[in-house]
């Protein structure tokens, strides 16, 4: 399985990006797809994400600014980013974990896009 992040840069507070996340060897359609971040000194934190049936989740900080959606015909999940404040600036990194019906769960990164939003 790889997963390859794409979409960060530097932007101003106020501005927006959308990070792409391109999944090979794996099924985005099927899995739960994420979004995680981690700023300097902090831990990894979740960020967004969504289900194999179509549920969101988005954390209280970005909720309302922050929207993940997916292209299963690409196998490319989204993160729409606007409204970007100085605080949301971290390396931000796309997850699938796979769930099987034995229960076993697997996780896999990509390598993460720096996010930096200046003041």
């Known amino acids: 399985v790889q997963l390859v992040e794409s979409g960060g840069g530097l932007v101003q507070a106020g501005g927006s990006l959308r990070l792409s996340c391109v999944a090979s060897?794996?099924?985005?359609?099927?899995?739960?797809m994420s979004w995680y971040r981690q700023a300097p000194g902090k831990q990894r934190e979740l960020v967004a994400s969504?289900?194999?049936?179509?549920?969101?989740h988005s954390a209280s900080s970005v909720k309302g600014r922050f929207t993940i959606s997916r292209d299963n015909a690409k196998d490319t999940v989204y993160l729409q980013m606007i409204s970007l404040k100085s605080e949301d600036t971290a390396v931000y990194y796309c997850n699938a974990k796979e769930i099987y019906t034995t229960g076993e769960v697997l996780d896999f990164w990509g390598q993460g896009t720096q996010v930096t939003v200046s003041s």
């Open positions: 969504i289900t194999s049936s179509g549920s969101t």
């Open positions: 060897g794996t099924i985005v359609s099927r899995n739960t």
